[in-house]
């Protein structure tokens, strides 16, 4: 499995499995972050095709510590930004199981969160629990 992450001001995934995205590719924000999404393109290999994956996305500082926003809804305590998921293998109409085939996936992160200026943050993604990929940025005085 191969994956790439990219940072968009937005994205919207269709039934295709295309994203359109706007503003794709930035590595440079202010504060507090407005509205972006977070873009993953996934490439299955064919023994990956037929299982379903689990999928987490977290944001780190550059100390790699896990980034809160929001709370958790429970207790009220901070929440790390986490996205977490199920990915499905499918093969598509007119794909074969012998070839790789390629999924990609749009994540909207609201605007508002409060980031510190002159810091470098990081989208790390994680399959099955395994690390797999990561989209840095830096967060600049407005």
């Known amino acids: 499995m191969h994956a790439t992450v990219l940072l968009a001001n937005s994205a919207l995934g269709d039934s295709t499995g295309v994203v359109h995205a706007l503003g794709l590719g930035w590595s440079h924000t ?30 780190v500082d550059e100390d790699g510590n896990p980034i809160t926003f929001g709370t958790n809804g ?10 977490e998921g199920k990915i499905d293998g499918l093969v598509r109409p007119g794909e074969t199981a012998c070839t790789s085939t390629s999924h990609a996936i749009a994540f909207t ?4 969160m409060p980031l ?12 099955d629990q395994s690390f797999l990929a990561r989209r840095s ?4 005085d407005s």
């Open 74 to 83: 429970v207790d009220g305590d901070p929440a790390p930004l986490t996205i």
């Open 109 to 112: 992160i609201a605007a508002g």
């Open 116 to 127: 510190s200026a002159g810091t470098r943050y990081e989208w790390r993604l994680d399959i």
């Open 30 to 59: 202010g504060t507090p972050l407005g509205q972006s999404a977070v873009v993953v393109f996934l490439e299955l290999e064919p023994h990956e095709q037929h299982s379903a994956h689990q999928l987490r996305l977290e944001l």
């Open 137 to 140: 940025f830096a967060v600049v």
